[in-house]
């Protein structure tokens, strides 16, 4: 049975899930990452990701740096580098000359382990993995279905009031994201409708699926993005 299988359920997606699943959670979509990883081409690990300014390989090369870095590692290259975004831009970039097997194979071994974030720090951690899974997957064509679950956790945490690292503070103020494919709203305002996980990846800015969900709220969104 997988992890998804393993959470309980109700029609609503109101039940919290314990920390310790949702760890479990993210060290199992790292693992497909890695799989995922390890079954591309040249072109494929080539190819844009919808992270700005890296391709799909250096998106994996990201997921093996903050594990194998560490927190203080990154915020220490932050203070020398005179940004945090630039060290972690540069790890990355970094990493990702080494071969994708060994990437893959980083990620892989890593997958269980977990590094400091401002709290709550288990949500913010799948809603970033998860977010992650689809730069890489919607580009390259790939179906992008994370567990609805595990979506809404990751969409309470982005919509909620401190979503670091992931979200500009003020960025969903005023929009009500309404799921389409699931009994679940998040914030009050305009709406933007669509299915949770398009959802999800419109909330962290990945302009390449806006036209995957419509709503009032949509221009908003749009304007914060590009501003």
């Known amino acids: 049975m997988s992890f998804a299988q393993s ?5 609503s997606y109101t039940l919290c899930v314990d920390r310790d699943l949702i760890h479990a959670a993210i060290a199992e979509e790292r693992r497909g990452i890695a799989d995922l990883i390890d079954d591309l081409d040249d072109a494929q690990l ?3 990701s919808l992270c700005a300014g890296w391709d799909v390989k250096t998106v994996g090369a990201h997921l093996v740096s903050f594990l194998a870095e560490g927190t203080l590692r990154v915020t220490w290259l932050g203070v020398r580098r005179g940004s945090e975004d630039r060290a972690i831009d540069e790890l990355a970039r ?9 990437i893959a194979a980083s990620l892989r071994d890593l997958a269980d ?3 400091w974030r401002p709290p709550p720090q288990a949500p913010g951690l799948l809603a970033e993995v998860l977010a992650h ?6 580009p390259l064509g790939l179906p992008f279905e994370p567990d609805p679950q595990l979506t809404a956790t990751a969409l309470d945490f982005l919509t909620g009031p401190l979503p670091i690292g992931l979200v500009p503070l003020g960025r969903l103020r005023g929009i009500r994201w309404q799921a389409t494919d699931m009994d679940r709203t998040w914030g009050e305002g305009q709406e933007i409708r ?3 996980p398009q959802l999800m990846m419109a909330a962290v800015g990945r302009t390449a699926v806006l036209s995957a969900v419509d709503g ?11 501003g």
Do not use: C, M, W
């Open 7 to 11: 959470i309980p359920r109700s029609d």
């Open 46 to 48: 080539a190819t844009p």
């Open 94 to 102: 970094r990493r990702a000359q080494r071969p994708a097997a060994e």
């Open 113 to 115: 382990h977990r590094y």
């Open 133 to 138: 899974s689809g730069d890489i997957r919607i």
């Open 194 to 196: 669509g299915r949770a």
């Open 216 to 226: 009032p709220g949509l221009p908003l969104l749009r304007q914060r993005v590009s």
